[in-house]
Each structure stands twice: as structure tokens, then as C-alpha cells.
């Protein structure tokens, strides 16, 4: 075999991986595209319920329900990005409500999951919904196990109550 046969075998390869990266890629919009539209009619009927329940047109149950017909992800999505439109006392009937939903006992279990994934999930669930049971999951999540120097201080300051100015990333200091 000359190096010009090899040359053109690898060519040959390589074009073959592209063509198949390229369908790759395709597949995965298709798929995507696909799952979104089956969960899109999910998401504007929770929409609408959110904002008959903040006009107080419908109950809070209504909106569990409709929160358990999304995966646990984009339930939580949805509840960070209504969390800034409802008045408090409404958000805390809310946030009891969902202590009992088995999707958001989840979560909350997953809070001391070993995948950083999971965590981040329990925390920005935590982070609007949190209840007073919630305060020892939620000062366990703060605690930091990163080898940044700043988050440690962070850390430290604000479960001492002495948060420094440029913090408020952490659960335990995001009120001051």
C-alpha cells in the first residue's frame, strides 16, 4: 500500500464521520423538537394557571397539578421565573402545597445527592420554595466543598452573619 492509497482510505474515513456527525446533529434538533412540542401545551397551561391564581381566579391546587404534569426540571423553571410575580403570603400557600407533591419530595431528597447536578436542582428549587423544615437542608446545601478561596470566605462569613458586601450568592445571606 502506497502512501497515497492510505491517504485516500483516510480521507475516505473522515468524510464518512463527518456525514455521520451531520446526521448526528440533525437527529438531535428532530428529537429535541419533538419533545418540546409535546411539553409546550404543558407549559402554557401552567402559564395560564399561574396567572389566574395570581389574579386569585384559580386555587393553588390547580397549579400542582398543573406543576406535576412537567418533568421536575421545568417545573422547577417555571417556579423560579414566577417567584419574583407573587406576592409573598401567596408563594408560601404555594411552597406548602408542594411539600407534599412526591416530585418535589424529590427534589428536596436530591439536595444531598453525590451528582452536582441534582444538587443545583434542589438548590434553585429551595431557593423559592423553601419551608421552615426545609432550614437544615438548606444550611447544609450553603456549606461549601469548593477549593475556591472565595466561596469558602463567603461561606464562612455568612453563617457567621458577617456577610462581606460583594457576596449574596449564597442561600444563607440572600435576604440581607
Known amino acids: 500500500m502506497t502512501s497515497r492509497q492510505f491517504l485516500v482510505i483516510v480521507a475516505a474515513v473522515q468524510g464518512v464521520l463527518l456525514v455521520a456527525l451531520v446526521v448526528l446533529i440533525i437527529l438531535n434538533r428532530w428529537v429535541r423538537a419533538r419533545r418540546r412540542a409535546q411539553l409546550d401545551p404543558h407549559r402554557v397551561e401552567l402559564d395560564a394557571v399561574?396567572?389566574?391564581?395570581?389574579l386569585g381566579q384559580a386555587q393553588s391546587d390547580d397549579?400542582?397539578?398543573a406543576l406535576a404534569r412537567?418533568?421536575?426540571?421545568l417545573a422547577i423553571d417555571a417556579l423560579v421565573t414566577w417567584s419574583a410575580r407573587i406576592v409573598s403570603e401567596r408563594w408560601q400557600e404555594l411552597a406548602r402545597g408542594l411539600e407534599h407533591q412526591w416530585w418535589a419530595r424529590l427534589v428536596r431528597a436530591s439536595?444531598?445527592?453525590?451528582r452536582w447536578w441534582k444538587r443545583l436542582d434542589a438548590a434553585r428549587f429551595l431557593s423559592v420554595v423553601a419551608t421552615p423544615h426545609d432550614v437544615g437542608r438548606v444550611l447544609r446545601s450553603s456549606s461549601c466543598r469548593s477549593s475556591d478561596?472565595?466561596?469558602r470566605l463567603t461561606t464562612r462569613a455568612c453563617s457567621s452573619g458577617r456577610a462581606p458586601p460583594w457576596c449574596g450568592t449564597c442561600s444563607s445571606c440572600s435576604g440581607d
Do not use: I, N
Open 50 to 54: 399561574m396567572q389566574r391564581w395570581v
Open 63 to 65: 397549579v400542582l397539578r
Open 111 to 114: 439536595s444531598r445527592s453525590a
Open 149 to 151: 478561596r472565595r466561596c
Open 70 to 73: 412537567l418533568p421536575a426540571a
